[in-house]
């Protein structure tokens, strides 16, 4: 390629930058403009209804009479129109709509009016959704796992050795217990089964640890005096600047998983981090632990290392488990309903 060739080149990849920059901040102005839009209409209608005694039948008329005249526009539903209502009435004060509600899609925002009633842990889901760009389905999903909830609420010993502010971002991204509903596994599983597993569904996996976490591998073997160890997972958390190692345990947490866990961050510490890279993080994830067991073991320890549970498939309701068919029902039904479908189509 010729130099104006290779000018041209850099010319165009600049140009679509610039383009597709263009274009998302016309889309991010646009709904934006669209969410405040539907803020004012709900906030008309609440204030009415309350002043002037306007009934609920003021809706579909509204809905009606605004359909006539803008057909080519869609969010003007009777049902829409109750969202705008509701969403005026959670959010009394436009600035803050302005400043975190008009930031994410409406169709977000009705998730969140069905689903989050708390104001605060509202606009929480709507700053994680703003700085991860969930999408309307992982939003919901991380909703129904109680993410809120979860964050944060690891037993570690952050606070004692590492500083601030660094201790309190570590603390948040990790959750306790980690949701791994995406596995199909029975009470019955290897730690190597439960590895594997998650690797199979690294994408669902990674959902679940949260933004920031760069997968590097499983069983990464390092070498320390001549003998290799290997680390059930390793991690590199490329907005913390750190390494994460996560050691896999499927029964509950002993005091000893602490000083091996001890032992790897001190190994990946000395042999893959640099100087430029913050302490490296450990994670015993175990199926249940005891907060003052977890607390007594991470006493003294140097390194910064918490501890997590997880579930696998939640507990069905005791009303459900006696009328759900069992794995034999069903292989039987399967292979009946199979026989039946042979015998028709022989006949036919």
């Known amino acids: 390629m010729n130099q104006l060739g290779r000018e041209y080149e850099a010319f165009l990849r600049d140009l679509k930058e610039r383009i597709r920059d263009a274009q998302l901040r016309a889309a991010i102005a646009v709904n934006r403009e669209l969410v405040l839009l539907y803020w004012r209409i709900g906030h008309e209608i609440l204030t009415r209804q309350q002043q002037q005694g306007w009934g609920a039948k003021v809706i579909d008329r509204l809905a009606k009479d605004l359909k006539q005249e803008f057909p080519e526009m869609q969010g003007f539903s009777p049902r829409n129109l109750k969202y705008m209502r509701t969403f005026a009435e959670a959010y009394l004060d436009e600035p803050i709509v302005q400043q975190a509600a008009a930031q994410i899609p409406w169709f977000h925002n009705c998730v969140l009016l069905d689903k989050v009633k708390d104001p605060v842990q509202r606009l929480w889901y709507i700053q994680q959704t703003i700085e991860q760009g969930w999408s309307r389905n992982v939003l919901v999903l991380q909703i129904e796992s109680g993410l809120y909830q979860r964050q944060g609420s690891a037993v570690t010993n952050f606070e004692q050795v590492l500083p601030k502010p660094q201790s309190d971002l570590v603390q948040q991204i990790i959750k306790s217990p980690y949701n791994f509903d995406f596995l199909c596994l029975g009470d019955e599983r290897s730690e190597r089964q439960l590895e594997r ?152």
């Open 197 to 348: 597993a998650l690797i199979d569904h690294i994408r669902d996996f990674l959902l679940e640890l949260g933004v920031g976490f760069a997968f590097l591998g499983s069983q990464y073997p390092i070498e320390v005096s001549g003998k290799e160890y290997r680390l059930d997972l390793l991690f590199y958390h490329v907005q913390l600047h750190c390494y994460i190692v996560i050691d896999l345990k499927t029964g509950e947490f002993e005091p000893e998983f602490s000083g091996k866990m001890n032992f790897y961050v001190a190994a990946v510490d000395n042999l893959l981090r640099s100087p430029k890279e913050e302490a490296t993080i450990g994670i015993i994830l175990c199926k249940t632990k005891d907060k003052t067991t977890v607390e007594f073991a991470l006493q003294g320890i140097q390194k910064p290392i918490g501890v997590a549970t997880f579930q696998l498939n939640r507990d069905l309701p005791e009303s459900l488990k006696g009328s759900l068919p069992t794995a034999e029902q069903l292989e039987v039904e399967l292979n009946t309903a199979i026989i039946q479908a042979e015998i028709r189509a022989e006949k036919n």
